[in-house]
């Protein structure tokens, strides 16, 4: 973990919060590098939970609420942690809303869920989806824990990807199965090693779940929780309508019948998933007798794929031809680096550390030196480190 931590300042992944101030507790920033690998995460989770299908709605709520909203969903009840003398601490952020006389108290939301819940109407008034659909946002979440931990595991200020998914009560247990599939795929697809599922008893579960599965991943620290599928019924929608008045119900038009629809929660921490691909990626090994360490990223979200590099600087046709290479595959891909600083072995070793699945050199046979290799440039692969060369029409290929 001290390790990560430290590649992970040192090459502008991850900062602690306020650093120059002596830090603030329970809070990090992410880097040029990790804003990068963040973003990825994101955009493959909307591809895989919203955007290669056809029944997931977004959505883009406020991380301020009408306190009623945490009334209602039993946020203002029962979200304690106990301190150490026993005492339930609420951990939710209060916050003043307004000036003087006019200010309310309300709170920065613990969960992106209830901004899907109220606009639960809104999404049916305006598209008419059938059930089962779901509605899925991505956005900060605020817990002031009581003692924040870990890295980026346990923080006070985080960002959730979660789905609210509404079914039939009959139906709960297809979709259940169908999201806990899904959330394995994402865990492949990003990279992260293996997974373990935890069925939490009944004493252990949150206040409006039937049935709950945790993801659990072992982090350096131990083997803790990832994410999050839980079964909420009709808990949410009932108490929303109770409590605001407004029916929050569905016409199923087959049956004639209106019914409050039942929820299934795929919730995923953005920080959590960050922290547990860097940890399967992390690797140290020898390569041509020296030791190193790289990211195995799966290139799909390593921050950047691939580097240019001239094979010495002080060569203007050299430098001339790489970044030409460099503009070519930065407007096809964005994530592209140019590097002409330090021997090559030395960029290699840098680009390793960081997670680049691809550096491309021009050299001397680039520009025509062995006539049979003109045009081509040396492609070295992050894992092996074996070089080949290609031709340079056929690289966009050969990176994507
Ligand atoms: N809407 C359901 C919900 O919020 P949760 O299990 O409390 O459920 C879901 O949180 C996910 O959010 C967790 O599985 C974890 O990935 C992430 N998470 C929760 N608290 C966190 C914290 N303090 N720091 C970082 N991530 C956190």
Not at 92 to 115: I, N, W
Not at 141 to 152: G, K, L, M, T, V
Not at 314 to 321: F, G, I, Y
Request: aromatic share 12%; glycine share 8%.
């Amino acid at each position: 973990m001290e390790k990560l931590i430290s590649l992970a300042k040192r090459r502008g992944f991850i900062y602690q919060g306020s650093e120059i101030y002596g830090g603030l507790a329970g809070t990090w920033d992410y880097g040029p590098l990790g804003v990068l690998l963040k973003e990825s995460v994101k955009k493959l989770w909307l591809k895989l939970f919203r955007d290669e299908r056809e029944d997931v709605y977004g959505l883009d709520a406020s991380i301020i609420m009408n306190p009623k909203v945490w009334e209602a969903s039993g946020h203002v009840a029962g979200f304690a942690d106990p301190m150490e003398n026993g005492e339930q601490f609420n951990v939710m952020f209060k916050t003043s809303v307004g000036a003087g006389e006019e200010a309310t108290t309300s709170y920065l939301r613990p969960e992106t869920a209830q901004g899907i819940f109220v606009n639960f109407k809104n999404v049916v008034d305006s598209f008419h989806p059938k059930l089962p659909f779901g509605i899925a946002q991505v956005g900060k979440a605020f817990r002031n824990e009581i003692s924040p931990r870990d890295f980026i595991f346990r923080q006070r200020e985080f960002e959730q990807m979660e789905v609210e998914y509404f079914v039939k009560e009959s139906e709960w247990e297809k979709s259940f199965e169908m999201w806990r599939q899904t959330m394995h795929d994402f865990a492949k697809r990003v990279g992260i090693g293996e997974v373990h599922e935890l069925d939490v008893e009944d004493k252990d579960r949150a206040h409006y779940s039937k049935k709950t599965i945790d993801f659990e991943f072992e982090y350096p620290f131990g083997r803790k929780e990832l994410w999050g599928l839980a079964y909420r019924t009709d808990y949410d929608l009932r108490q929303h309508s109770a409590s605001s008045g407004q029916a929050l119900e569905y016409f199923d038009e087959e049956s004639g019948e209106r019914l409050t629809p039942h929820v299934i929660e795929p919730s995923l921490g953005v920080d959590r998933t960050i922290l547990a691909i860097l940890n399967s990626a992390y690797t140290e090994d020898k390569l041509g007798g020296e030791e190193r360490v790289y990211l195995k990223l799966p290139k799909d979200i390593a921050p950047i794929r691939a580097a240019v590099f001239p094979l010495l600087k002080n060569k203007p046709e050299l430098v001339e031809k790489a970044r030409e290479i460099y503009k070519m595959l930065k407007s096809e891909f964005g994530n592209i680096e140019f590097d002409d600083n330090g021997n090559i072995g030395k960029r290699y070793r840098r680009q390793d550390e960081v997670g680049t699945p691809y550096c491309v050199t021009v050299d001397f046979d680039t520009l025509g030196e062995t006539k049979e290799l003109e045009g081509t440039v040396t492609v070295r692969d992050r894992d092996t480190g074996e070089q080949k060369r290609v031709k340079i029409e056929d690289l966009k290929e050969r990176l994507s």
